[in-house]
């Protein structure tokens, strides 16, 4: 199961709470000048920086940052 998958089962609350979270993060990235995208919406992973929500708990998401981070060193 991956970031996107588990965010898809949480209830409305987490869902809401985590869009909330990621629309003050991104916010704070733009202000600094970087484009930013969760890495399953960037469409242009070489201009906009990708987030992969992980969790401290679980560790669930490490596979897909390691897998972006593989798929970074490829270009």
Not at 8 to 14: E, F, L, M, R
Request: charged letters at 20%; a negative charge.
């Amino acid at each position: 199961m991956n970031s996107r998958d588990t965010l898809d089962a949480q209830n409305i609350n987490t869902k809401n709470h985590f869009e909330s979270q990621l629309e003050k993060t991104v916010l704070a990235f733009n202000e600094q000048g970087f484009n930013v995208a969760l890495y399953w919406e960037n469409d242009s992973p070489e201009d906009t920086l990708s987030f992969v929500p992980t969790s401290a708990i679980t560790g669930e998401g490490l596979s897909d940052l390691i897998f972006n981070l593989c798929r970074m060193g490829q270009v």
